[in-house]
């Protein structure tokens, strides 16, 4: 998308102008001058068609007074004669037409790519937001904001530049005429109607955003609550939770239905009172044309002509109202996602950071500190090395701290104090993708798209081919569970991979991570999940994933990590143990005492 802008998001709109202003470099951006041309000569065409439509009624009542025998048309005109001058009116018509589509054709590849260009902005921008943010929003109220925002650009450029514009165009146009041709009585109830539509509109129209909005945000939670209990279809069954789920989800939809009846209420009152102020109008002024015919001082073509403005200005004025609310609502949708483009991101590159330069992959916490809230610290001074192609396991009891050593690895949160360093470099001063791209990650519950097995595990490397996925996939020593599915690799793995077993999908996990080939690999309770005969196969994929690399381990089943380099046993946010399986067995403390309820555990099963 050439010469496409970037707009910042420093500054929260609050009202409607203020995200105008943030529109408008989208449409008029200052390092495209094409796009520039293409909008300025669409305004032209713009205009072009509305002096052609207005003029449509003015040569229809000229053509009725050439048939009347009293011809008040131009010299120049009366050339062509009464049926000349029907053409003529014809072709102002088809004019007027042809230039409004001629419109369409120039601006719709800017729009588009405005469109697209904010779109992609807002993707990128909820991308780039923090882990914190991400578990505290719901994904269906986000899509919905992002939705609406973006189609919310779309109305406010068709509706308030080829529409609202254009339209008071089209009145000025039609009050100078009428008002210079039969004088001020009719330019006074004309403006009087046109003034009193307009007031009565946006008055209404105001009334109205505030119970759309109410309507919207009722939307926007009833659409929460349906795709929280789509992407958790599983436990709702576990639990027996139809019923449940189905009256939170009515309730949530009562409510909404009581603001959508409301909605609909006012729009009648709305469309009502329009159409009193425009019959008013058109009446007052046909009875002042019906007056000047009788008395001479206006011809019938005038007569004609007047009924004719009023008629076909009837139609834009009747469609203010929808362009108004459209507009309204538009603003309001735009400015919610105008709202989640001023969410500031938690974690963000230092400016010209380098990239991080794995060179043999040593991971050393420093004096660590981390707390997600200041009064509940989590980690309190952790000091700890990782060398280079060694494998380190931290165990400890739920809500030890372990799990939030490998999100600070990954940056998903920044330290509250001391350091994390990969090779000796601070990664607080390394771009994110660089240290992304240098951590693989083996989760508790590999998540997969729901797309083919081919594409989840090429997703591990931009680019791969199909021999490199295969291979891949033998790694991980699920190429032959594939390769025995009906479609192999092009198998669908349905949404979040619930088509496939949970050791099924590890593995796929490790084929991605494998594929990624990162020095320094990350196993957060990769095997926790599973049960013991699943977690035998896993563990040799594990150890072939783990061979050249640094591996850090957070488990909980002590089994999968005897022989690790070095163990670490954390509680309440301290190394309380450290040193090797047998070492760590030896001291019978902690450890050992873990070990021996384990032990129990898997006796007993």
Request: no cysteine; net charge neutral.
């Amino acid at each position: 998308m050439r010469g496409r802008v970037s707009v910042t998001t420093t500054e929260k709109p609050k009202n409607g102008m203020r995200v105008i202003r943030r529109v408008i470099p989208y449409f008029w951006p200052k390092d495209d001058a094409s796009v520039r041309v293409r909008v300025v000569i669409a305004l032209i065409v713009l205009a072009l068609s509305k002096a052609m439509l207005a003029s449509a009624p003015l040569v229809y009542g000229w053509a009725v007074d050439a048939l009347s025998d009293a011809p008040t048309a131009p010299t120049f005109m009366l050339a062509i004669g009464s049926l000349g001058l029907v053409v003529a009116y014809g072709i102002a018509r088809i004019s007027a037409s042809g230039f409004q589509q001629l419109r369409n054709v120039v601006f719709a590849p800017v729009s588009n790519a405005a469109l697209r260009a904010l779109a992609l902005e807002t993707f990128n921008h909820i991308h780039a937001l923090s882990m914190r943010y991400h578990i505290t929003r719901k994904t269906g109220g986000l899509s919905r904001i992002m939705e609406r925002g973006v189609k919310g650009v779309s109305f406010l450029l068709e509706f308030l530049v080829f529409s609202i514009g254009p339209l008071f165009l089209e009145l000025a146009i039609v009050l100078i005429i009428v008002g210079s041709k039969l004088g001020w009585p009719y330019l006074v109830v004309l403006l009087a109607t046109f003034v009193s539509y307009i007031v009565f509109t946006l008055k209404v129209t105001e009334w109205r955003v505030k119970i759309r909005k109410e309507m919207n945000d009722l939307d926007t939670d009833a659409n929460q609550k349906a795709v929280d209990s789509l992407l958790n279809f599983e436990t709702v069954k576990y639990f027996v939770a139809e019923k449940r789920e189905a009256a939170r989800y009515d309730k949530a939809m009562e409510g909404y239905e009581k603001a959508s009846v409301k909605t609909e209420t006012s729009l009648a009152f709305l469309n009502f009172g329009q159409t009193v102020i425009i019959t008013l109008g058109l009446v007052g002024s046909m009875l002042l044309a019906a007056w000047g015919v009788e008395n001479g001082t206006v011809t019938v073509g005038e007569f004609v002509m007047v009924n004719a403005f009023m008629i076909q200005i009837t139609m834009p004025l009747n469609f203010l109202g929808s362009m108004y609310r459209n507009i309204r609502q538009a603003l309001v949708d735009m400015e919610e996602m105008f709202d989640l483009l001023h969410q500031p991101a938690e974690i963000t590159d230092k400016p010209n950071a380098p990239d991080l330069n794995v060179t043999e992959g040593e991971v050393a916490l420093q004096a660590l500190e981390f707390a997600y809230d200041p009064s509940r610290p989590i980690l309190k001074g952790i000091d700890l090395t990782v060398p280079a192609g060694k494998t380190l396991a931290i165990v400890g009891h739920s809500g030890s701290g372990k799990s939030t050593i490998g999100r600070l690895l990954f940056r998903f949160y920044d330290v509250t104090g001391g350091s994390l360093k990969i090779d000796g470099q601070d990664i607080r001063g390394v771009t994110q993708e660089s240290l992304h791209k240098s951590i693989g990650v083996v989760p508790q519950d590999t998540v997969l798209f729901n797309d083919t097995i081919r594409y989840n595990i090429g997703y591990g490397r931009d680019g791969a081919t199909y021999d490199e996925i295969v291979a891949a996939a033998k790694k991980a020593r699920i190429h032959d569970f594939i390769e025995g599915l009906p479609d192999g690799y092009e198998t669908q793995v349905g949404e979040r991979g619930l088509k496939l077993s949970g050791g099924e999908k590890q593995r796929v996990g490790i084929a991605r991570t494998l594929l990624k080939d990162p020095p320094i690999l990350l196993l957060d309770e990769a095997t926790s999940a599973l049960d013991t005969q699943t977690e035998r196969n896993i563990l040799g994929a594990l150890k072939i994933a783990g061979e050249g690399r640094t591996v850090i381990t957070i488990a909980h089943r002590l089994s999968t990590i005897a022989d690790s380099d070095e163990i670490v046993v954390l509680e309440k946010g301290e190394i309380v143990e450290r040193g090797t399986h047998e070492e760590l067995l030896s001291r019978r403390a902690k450890y050992a005492a873990m070990w021996a309820a384990q032990a129990e555990d898997r006796d007993a099963a």
